[in-house]
């Protein structure tokens, strides 16, 4: 089981910019998929993007396309959101997460990071 800790969220006005980073401990990311998941109040879990570890190729919700990149270090096992025009809808908990390339879940998770973009 790997660990994966979150950090970089915080209060941004509308249109500002934030960069979350994800960084794993007891396993590399090779054969992963890593994603970015995100969750407000009293709503479900909701997908925001996702990384394939081995060639990079990446994947985004249609509410953020254009607005926010994944990216991948795999020196530093970490991998980074990159949040730009952000919008008060954005605000939730952010949490990383990753998938074996071949599975059909994700099997581990951080504990998420607060995101707040206010108006």
């Known amino acids: 089981q790997v660990q994966l800790g979150e950090s970089g969220g915080g209060l941004v006005q509308a249109g500002g910019s934030l960069r979350l980073s994800c960084t794993a401990s007891?396993?590399?990311?090779?054969?992963?998929?890593m994603g970015w998941f995100r969750q407000a109040p009293g709503k479900e879990r909701e997908f925001v993007a996702r990384?394939?570890?081995?060639?990079?190729?990446?994947n985004y919700a249609d509410s953020v396309k254009g607005r926010f990149t994944i990216s991948r270090d795999n020196a530093e096992n970490t991998v980074y959101l990159q949040m730009n025009s952000l919008k008060p809808e954005d605000t939730a908990v952010y949490y990383c997460?990753?998938?074996?390339?071949?599975?059909?879940?994700?099997?581990?998770w951080g504990r998420g990071t607060q995101v707040t973009v206010s108006s």
């Open positions: 997460a990753r998938k074996l390339a071949l599975a059909s879940r994700y099997d581990s």
């Open positions: 007891g396993r590399t990311f090779g054969n992963y998929f």
């Open positions: 990384i394939k570890w081995s060639d990079g190729v990446t």
